[in-house]
């Protein structure tokens, strides 16, 4: 592991700064046992839905200027945080950087004061020693991450009479982007929006995938992202119209999705979800749709909290 003191931060310059850290992310994620966050699909869906991500993202760079990491803030200014998986051990310099830089009163409801928040999963031992070295406490508030094996037997598809699945046709846009909009847990989209995020790197048209009823209206969509570089794939976002829930529709198209993979020759399908609360033991639809399609626990993700003079 490379240890690198005084790394020394940036602003975020071009596309070639945004294709170093979709390098260190493919490098991170090497190793399937392991769940990390953004995923370069992630990567790409943040960066589509918040046009302010390319003035947000510092970059973290070693004396020689290569680049280590990068370091943003998120929703509830929770920061992300990027490193090469042969960087990790210069996430304490990071860390004190962000401290000065990022600590401002809470926007968390149940917080008070002013503080700095980090994200954080749980088997990330080295990241969460970090954390506690330097004095964060482990909020409830978490992201859930699932994995399945593409390997196992898997249910075979039954839609109800009348839908089905097939990919993003140019006149399911508007449709697509009014149901996201109204999906649970989603900042809403507009047409710009979704515009960039088929103009990223991770996207493939054939693996943006809706639900459509008897009159080709759309009920559901799932946009899955294939890391090519590690042969996986991940789900984000993923959701029906409020009107058509608890029809089967939702598993069903995990089904689908799960043959659609395999075929290609995947063998892991990653799925989050965020917002949970380990205060709350009662699973909400998402989680109880992602049990039922058999999807099992790779890691959680929660939110690190630290108090802080400014």
Sequence with gaps: ????????????????????????????????????????????????????????????????????????????????????PDYVGVEDEILAWAEQHYCAPTLLEDRTGTEVYVWAYEEDSARVEILKA???????????????DLESELPAPQFPLGFRVRPLADGDLE??????????????????????????????????LVVVDEEERVVGFANVWHDTVNHLAIIEPFGTAPSHRRKGLATNLLYECMHLLREMGLSKLYINHGGLWTLDPVPDDAMRVYDKAGFQLLGNMFVWYKSCDC
């Excluded at 009014?178 to 088929?198: C, D, F, K």
């Excluded at 790197?201 to 693996?207: F, I, N, S, V």
């Design 1 to 84: 592991m490379n240890q690198v003191k005084n790394v020394r931060f940036r602003p975020f310059s071009n596309e070639q700064d945004y294709s170093a850290l979709r390098t260190l992310i493919a490098k991170k994620f090497a190793n399937p046992k392991k769940r990390f966050y953004p995923s370069l699909g992630d990567l790409d869906y943040i960066r589509s839905f918040d046009e302010e991500f390319t003035r947000k993202v510092i970059i973290c760079e070693s004396k020689d200027g290569t680049i280590i990491g990068a370091i943003w803030p998120g929703h509830y200014r929770i920061l992300y945080c990027i490193t090469g």
């Design 134 to 148: 330097r004095g964060y406490t482990k909020h409830t508030w978490y992201m859930y991450s699932g994995v399945m």
């Design 175 to 208: 449709q697509k982007v009014t149901i996201m909009g109204g999906s649970a847990g989603l900042t809403a989209p507009t047409m710009a929006v979704y515009q960039r995020l088929m103009s990223s790197p991770t996207y493939k048209r054939e693996l943006d």
